[in-house]
């Protein structure tokens, strides 16, 4: 899906957003993570697609593995089959917190999926 050398800027978009269930809904956002998300996301759109994807970080910026998690079937809400064929990522808007966002790379955009401010994945 991505490219270690992949020099594109990282873009970020909400057409994928799902706030339908529970644990990843609006209404657990706080005032401060959404500020968190939206600082994160004005960082982020300045690297590149390989400076995102590097994995050694502390930044809780990786792959998820859906099978270790509490949804084994991934973001089963989204209707285009054709999204499971790219990789599901998360961070971490600030690093000392618990707080995720989760979603797919998809080329050099970053498509929003679930807002996890409880990391209840």
């Not at 991505?2 to 990843?24: G, H, P, T, V």
């Not at 970053?110 to 996890?116: A, E, G, P, S």
């Amino acid at each position: 899906d991505f490219q270690a050398d992949d020099e594109r800027l990282l873009e970020f978009s909400f057409k994928y957003l799902d706030i339908s269930l529970d644990e990843f809904s609006l209404q657990r956002c706080n005032v401060e993570f959404l500020q968190a998300l939206i600082e994160s996301i004005q960082l982020y759109s300045h690297w590149t697609v390989a400076q995102f994807t590097d994995q050694n970080n502390q930044d809780r910026r990786h792959i998820i593995v859906f099978d270790t998690t509490n949804h084994p079937e991934g973001f089963s809400t989204l209707d285009e089959d054709q999204l499971a064929y790219h990789d599901a990522w998360q961070f971490a808007p600030v690093r000392n917190q618990q707080w995720r966002v989760h979603g797919l790379l998809i080329d050099n955009l970053f498509q929003i999926v679930w807002l996890d401010p409880d990391h209840l994945l």
